[in-house]
């Protein structure tokens, strides 16, 4: 190695990291170029590198939910239908069909939002508590299973609950 070519690789090796000075150096190490032209390619080689190393890393190291793969595992799906219990006791039942943990209803943003005051929405705990459960039931049969425990538990009531369907018809009293 001549001596621009020493100077050079003194100059540039501290300010390598650790995981790169194997591609600089086999750049500096070819005496069949001259010295412009590694100072012009090394950086080049040098970003490629890195590059390199940080989508193997990255591909190697990604957790699949940072990845965008939020679905439940096969082995963990369920037909399920659940009860979600608000600080203020009220009620919504929902199902869902593939038990995801992170499901909580499709209740109406605005009907909950009206039995809140601002200071009781900044922070508040909800229950979900799974009623009924099954591997093989079909949608129609989940379905069923929602309405029958809608009416059971009177959640279309809006008094009880957040359920919006099937439509609260209060019992008519005779006089």
């Known amino acids: 190695m001549g001596i621009l070519a020493q100077q050079a690789a003194k100059a540039t090796r501290p300010l390598m990291p650790a995981a790169a000075p194997a591609v600089l150096l086999l750049s500096l190490d070819t005496q069949s170029r001259g010295i412009q032209h590694h100072s012009r390619n090394d950086s080049t080689r040098f970003r490629k590198a890195c590059i390199f190393t940080t989508q193997k890393t990255l591909r190697e190291n990604t957790c699949p939910i940072a990845s965008g793969d939020y679905s439940t595992p096969v082995s963990q799906r369920m037909n399920v239908v659940y009860r979600i219990t608000y600080p203020n006791n009220k009620i919504y039942i929902g199902q869902d069909r593939t038990n995801s943990i992170n499901y909580f209803g499709s209740a109406s943003s ?63 009293t005779k006089l």
Request: charged letters at 25%; aromatic letters at 10%.
């Open 110 to 172: 605005d009907l909950i939002a009206r039995d809140f005051t601002p200071e009781q929405r900044r922070s508040f705990t909800i229950t979900r508590q799974i009623l009924w459960e099954s591997e093989s039931a079909s949608k129609t049969e989940v379905t069923q299973k929602e309405i029958e425990l809608i009416l059971h538990y009177c959640s279309n009531n809006p008094s009880i609950g957040y359920n919006q369907t099937p439509p609260f018809r209060p019992l008519k």
